[in-house]
């Protein structure tokens, strides 16, 4: 029998986050195979009317597939599934997490060919702009030994936070959204962060249950060479196989001119991918009550009540600053006391102080009001 939270979670997925309507096309992509939720996946699209394709990888199979392509190959396989994608209405992608590290010893000139061709042109260039998507991760034994927890705590608390009242949620981010929209300068500041930049003309975004799960930030971007200042991360990120730590961006005119971590050397090189790379496409406020510590996995910690998020490379094209690249890379800087605390100022004013909004309009956006 398939898990009722499965079911549960799929019809989320296809009736909330993208609405899927009768007779539209579904990519179900899942990243190291899940086949009850698959299954329950394909029943809720079926059920919407809707046309259910799927696709079935493995991470494994892909490092051996990836670590000796050509250039050539990559680029043949970047236009079958550019071409297929260009074809869905829907797109529905999960990853269960095995081992972060399994392609830590892929040759980086095979990473970069990969994000080159088959991520850049198939989901940067197709995906993002040209469906209705969402993404998420799948609750495996990994992933709860990333958490701290046991298999099944991090069950119970997975499908808690991934059903979460995201109705709720969306109404309360209203306010946000028009704060920012009024807003030109931005002011990041903790320890070892000094961060300024304008948002001036560039549209806030809510993220409530429509494109992740879990969900809860809104999103904008910084004008592309307004950037100045510094910005020290205190949440390791796992990118391409390797956990980065420590790492710490100095901009100038917009442009990261200096970046260090625990590898300085391999950072730079991520960064050196494409001119786009070196500035930010998107600044993000993560607000998720549920989601409270970091751990290693993207799709959680930049929704941790508290911490914000400042993204090197692509900027989406409904909030567009002009910075295109094939990155697009979350890092995730958490400001509540546990973690160093900070502030964040709009135009001169104080707005979240170690974490809480501290101004009446943005009140029902802190922990104690969205559980």
Not at 64 to 84: G, H, I, N, P, S
Not at 100 to 105: T, V, Y
Request: charged share 25%; net charge negative.
């Amino acid at each position: 029998m398939i898990d009722p939270r499965l079911r549960k979670l799929a019809q989320l997925l296809v009736t909330y986050s993208t609405k899927v309507k009768p007779g539209e096309k579904v990519l179900i992509q899942d990243n190291n195979v899940e086949a009850a939720f698959v299954a329950a996946l394909v029943d809720a699209v079926h059920d919407a009317g809707g046309l259910p394709f799927v696709t079935l990888r493995d991470k494994t199979v892909e490092r051996a597939l990836f670590r000796r392509a050509t250039e050539a190959q990559l680029e043949l396989q970047a236009r079958f599934e550019r071409d297929r994608m260009a074809e869905m209405d829907v797109y529905i992608g999960f990853t269960s997490i095995r081992n972060l590290s399994a392609w830590s010893d892929m040759p980086t000139d095979k990473l970069e060919l990969y994000n080159r061709h088959v991520w850049k042109k198939v989901h940067i260039e197709t995906r993002l702009p040209k469906t209705r998507w969402v993404v998420l991760r799948y609750p495996s034994a990994a992933f709860a030994q990333m958490a701290g927890m046991s298999e099944e705590a991090f069950e119970d608390w997975y499908f808690d936070v991934c059903t979460m009242d995201y109705a709720k949620m969306s109404k309360a981010m209203d306010p946000l959204v028009d704060v920012l929209a009024r807003t030109d300068r931005v002011r990041i500041v903790g320890p070892g962060t000094d961060l300024s930049f304008s948002v001036k003309g560039l549209p806030p975004v809510k993220c409530d249950g429509g494109l992740n799960i879990p969900d809860g930030e809104v999103y904008t971007a910084p004008v592309r060479d307004s950037v100045e200042g510094r910005i020290t991360y205190n949440t390791p990120s796992e990118h391409d196989g390797f956990c980065f730590e420590n790492i710490s961006f100095e901009f100038r005119g917009g442009k990261i001119v200096k970046a260090t971590a625990n590898d300085s050397a391999r950072i730079n090189k991520v960064l050196d991918i494409d001119e786009g790379a070196r500035y930010v496409g998107e600044f993000a406020i993560g607000v998720n009550p549920f989601v409270t510590k970091p751990m290693k996995e993207t799709l959680f910690d930049e929704k941790i009540a508290g911490s914000i998020h400042f993204t090197p490379g692509n900027s989406y094209d409904d909030c567009f600053n002009g910075n295109r690249s094939a990155l697009h890379w979350d890092l995730v800087l958490i400001q509540t006391p546990e973690w160093g605390g900070g502030e964040i100022w709009f135009d001169g004013r104080l707005v979240r102080k170690d974490g809480v909004f501290v101004v009446p309009e943005l009140e029902g956006l802190n922990p104690d009001r969205l559980k």
